[in-house]
């Protein structure tokens, strides 16, 4: 005779704090033992208002609200905003301008894709991987540094062009920290396609075949990693893509192992392209004039975010301020595609399936205010949330 | 598929469900439907494989007009194309059918569409919030014209 037996689901909760980066989200994994039986998200947590905020200030304070949406892929958003504008105007900027925006999109993307390296190694735990990933990751840090004066946020763009130059000492530098980084990532792919734990870690990890990357709209190198031959920087070239192309990086692999091979690929293009438009800039203004209000009417623009396709719609009724702005950021796409791998997987890979889409949880959060949870007062100021920092942190101790 | 034949390949299939449709950029295709005719029109986008659902955007026309407007962005499948279905709801018990039995992904977008504009998405197979924290009052939509969310005075002051 059979013991009765009781099923039901046991749900583990992971975050807010740290579900795999160092950054905010909330999931509750059903479980039946080790392995996973479904899963559910929960976001917002460093949702900031910008949406809402880009209707309250003008055309050109916006450029800096947007940069500040991701602190990884700036200038990416910075650029799809100015695009979006641009075409709202009817004005373009010069070829000089456009070729410099691809410059700094595409060693954003480099120090992005190393990041992330790093990222996927420590999960993994190959902090090894992590540290030289890094530390060669610095390289690209000073060349964004040296050309915009920032390491985050560069604040290359304006309305109408870009306010930074190369010179040709730049373009030196940046040529002779390329090839170090080429160099280092042909180890790199060297060491990912035959360390034998990191195989262990991410082969058959997380595995989507084409058919699932389709439905569940999967962007980027999450989707090129499953076979989707999708890249707007190709489909839909923006920019100076149209006069410095990359190709496409595809696999069939459709694992995390797969990801990772197509994001350390996708560098060696970044590379290449680089030097091909610091060998042949076009000479020429940086900039054009821009009007202070912008003509009725609405544009949409996508590009290719290092995490995949980025969207922005905006809408002006001819003022000074945006009617609307809207933005789908590629990790918001990709989380359809976590919540169905990780099923039937085993707990101890959640880590790695998040890791692999490299998500970016402040690009999906954008829309809201701080709310305590005690009192009635909800709305406050700067002056108060300060205060209520202070105290915060003097209790802790 | 060029991005000239998939511009024709959208038209086609949509025009049977359509008011009318417009051509705002030469990448993109618009679509101006009744909201009753949503469904049958994303069916016959995703039955001929045309491509995926981007994002879904809402935006609010204002006071003056009375009404909302969601837009439903599809990508091309391989081009550079980018259809978008227009349609038109009324400010008041504002709502929408659920993309979501015949595009799986449309879930996420729908629940931030729902808690950020108060539209209510019909059989969505997810309602609850997705960004607004727990405890968010019933019927303040952020991004409604007349919502009274002090995020700029808050960032300014």
Redesign the interface.
């Known amino acids: 005779m059979q013991p009765e037996t009781k099923t039901e689901e046991f749900i583990i909760p992971i975050g807010p704090q740290h579900p795999a980066l160092k950054e905010p989200g909330h999931f509750e994994f059903g479980v039946d033992g080790e392995t996973i039986t479904s899963a559910?998200?929960?976001?917002?947590y460093v949702?900031?208002?910008i949406?809402?905020?880009a209707e309250?200030?003008n055309w050109a304070q916006n450029l800096y609200l947007v940069e500040r949406v991701c602190g990884i892929c700036s200038h990416t958003h910075a650029t799809v905003y100015a695009l979006t504008v641009e075409?709202l105007a009817g004005i373009e900027a010069p070829p000089r301008a456009q070729a410099i925006r691809e410059l700094v999109l595409e060693l954003e993307r480099v120090h992005s894709h190393l990041l992330w390296l790093g990222v996927v190694g420590h999960e993994g735990g190959f902090d090894t991987l992590f540290m030289y990933s890094w530390r060669d990751r610095e390289i690209v840090m000073d060349l964004l540094e040296a050309l915009t004066g920032n390491r985050v946020n560069y604040s290359t763009n304006v309305l109408g062009g870009v306010k930074h130059d190369v010179s040709p000492a730049q373009a030196d530098a940046i040529r002779k920290g390329i090839d170090t980084l080429e160099e280092r990532t042909h180890h790199y792919l060297n060491v990912v396609m035959v360390d034998s734990s990191f195989i262990g870690r991410t082969k058959g990890v997380g595995y989507m075949t084409k058919e699932q990357a389709?439905?569940?709209?999967a962007v980027g190198p999450t989707a090129r990693a499953s076979g989707v031959?999708?890249d707007?920087r190709i489909?839909?070239?923006y920019a100076a893509y149209p006069q410095y192309p990359v190709e496409m990086i595809t696999d069939t692999g459709g694992d995390v192992f797969a990801r990772t091979v197509v994001r350390v690929k996708e560098l060696f293009e970044c590379y290449r392209v680089i030097r091909q438009i610091l060998d042949t800039l076009p000479a020429g203004d940086l900039t054009v004039k821009f009007p202070r209000k912008v003509k009725e009417g609405?544009?949409?623009v996508?590009v290719e975010a290092p995490r995949g396709?980025l969207?922005y719609?905006i809408?002006s009724a001819g003022g000074e301020n945006p009617?609307?702005v809207?933005i789908?950021t590629p990790t918001?796409?990709n989380?359809?595609t976590v919540l169905t791998t990780v099923v039937g997987h085993k707990l101890a890979d959640v880590p790695m399936i998040l890791g692999g889409i490299d998500p970016c949880f402040s690009c999906n959060?954008?829309?809201?205010?701080?709310?305590p949870?005690t009192g009635a007062e909800r709305?406050?100021?700067?002056?108060q949330?300060r205060r209520y920092g202070i105290a915060q942190y003097a209790g802790d101790r | 598929m060029s991005n000239e034949s998939a511009l024709e390949t959208a038209n086609a299939l949509l025009a049977p469900f359509a008011q009318g449709t417009a051509r705002?950029?030469p990448?993109?295709l618009d679509a101006m439907l009744a909201a009753d005719q949503l469904l049958p029109a994303v069916k016959a986008l995703m039955d001929n494989k045309w491509g995926?659902?981007?994002?879904i955007?809402?935006?609010?026309l204002g006071l003056a007009t009375g009404q909302l407007e969601v837009?439903y962005?599809f990508?091309?499948?391989?081009?550079?194309?980018?259809t978008?279905l227009r349609v038109r709801i009324p400010r008041d018990n504002a709502s929408v059918p659920s993309v979501c039995g015949l595009?799986?992904?449309a879930?996420?977008?729908e629940r931030?569409l729902s808690e950020?504009l108060g539209i209510t998405v019909v059989d969505t197979p997810?309602p609850t919030?997705?960004?607004?924290?727990d405890?968010?009052p019933d019927g303040l939509y952020?991004?409604r014209k007349d919502a009274a969310?002090?995020?700029?005075?808050?960032?300014?002051?």
């Open positions: 559910s998200v929960r976001l917002g949702h900031r208002g949406e809402k905020g309250g200030r075409k389709n439905a569940l709209g031959a999708r707007l489909n839909a070239p609405e544009a949409l996508r396709e969207m719609y809408k009617e609307r809207k789908r918001l796409a989380w359809g959060d954008r829309m809201i205010t701080v709310q949870a709305h406050w100021t700067w002056e949330l | 705002p950029d990448l993109r995926y659902l981007v994002a955007s809402g935006v609010d837009l962005h990508g091309g499948a391989d081009n550079g194309i980018t978008s595009v799986p992904s879930s996420l977008y931030e950020m997810n919030h997705l960004f607004l924290p405890g968010w952020p991004l969310v002090p995020v700029a005075t808050t960032l300014n002051s």
